[in-house]
């Protein structure tokens, strides 16, 4: 079965300090892995997604996160935080191949202090 | 529309009433998604659809939920007898065909049962 763990329910940077938010998954074959974001009162929108390919993958907003094989992790970064990436943020994995469902983290909320 | 439409946005319903939330998905989109989210939950998958068919409904937590999809287009949710603990953001997804693409998210239908 798959899982997806992320550790720290809320982070707190202040602006323009490096964001890491991480992401452990579990998973007994080639996963798909994406991160998404929900601002207040909204839906969740992709931020990025690893499929096959290149590891380091870069999403909008200035964001990236690498696929680490060895250490099943998909931590999110983005150096220099602004106060408009004040939200929650998901990490999901899906069965490679699958059309299936994304399972999804607990989230983590970011806050950002000026 | 562009996007995953779904209304009811906000409702209110009596304990013991039924509910129907709808989801239009991005047109073209073969795949649909209803997942709940919840405080202290997170989000949890609820059924997937691949046309008008559901291979996987493992997530509806009892049999007084159902869903349908029609014409591989609109998608309802159905909550009959409604308790207290229905009430969370129903969130509808929707694809095109294959598991390296995105899952787009509508904004949610907030339930709150009283």
């Known amino acids: 079965a798959q899982s997806v763990t992320q550790l720290g329910s809320h982070v707190s940077v202040s602006e323009g300090a490096l964001v890491l938010l991480r992401c452990n998954y579990s998973?007994?074959?080639?996963?798909?892995l994406f991160w998404y974001v929900q601002y207040p009162n909204q839906g969740l929108q992709l931020l990025l997604k690893?499929?096959?390919?290149?590891?380091l993958v870069k999403g909008i907003n200035g964001f990236e996160a690498e696929f680490k094989k060895s250490e099943t992790s998909f931590h999110l970064t983005k150096p220099s935080a602004h106060m408009s990436d004040a939200a929650e943020y998901f990490c999901?994995?899906?069965?490679?191949?699958?059309?299936?469902?994304?399972?999804f983290g607990k989230g983590t909320k970011l806050s950002v202090k000026p | 529309g562009a996007g995953v439409s779904q209304s009811p946005s906000n409702k209110v319903t009596e304990k013991g009433k039924d509910v129907e939330l709808r989801c239009d998905p991005i047109s073209g989109h073969t795949a649909l998604y209803w997942y709940r989210q919840s405080l202290g939950q997170g989000l949890e998958f609820l059924i997937y659809f691949q046309g008008n068919s559901a291979p996987d409904k493992s997530g509806l937590p009892s049999d007084r939920f159902s869903a349908e999809r029609t014409g591989g287009s609109v998608s309802t949710l159905t909550i009959q007898r409604t308790q207290q603990e229905d009430s969370a953001v129903y969130l509808c997804?929707?694809?095109?065909?294959?598991?390296?693409?995105?899952?787009?998210f509508g904004e949610g239908s907030w339930l709150t049962v009283v």
């Open positions: 998973s007994s074959v080639p996963p798909y």
């Open positions: 999901a994995v899906r069965v490679g191949g699958s059309q299936g469902n994304l399972i």
């Open positions: 997804a929707s694809s095109s065909g294959g598991g390296r693409n995105t899952i787009y």
């Open positions: 690893y499929t096959t390919g290149a590891t």
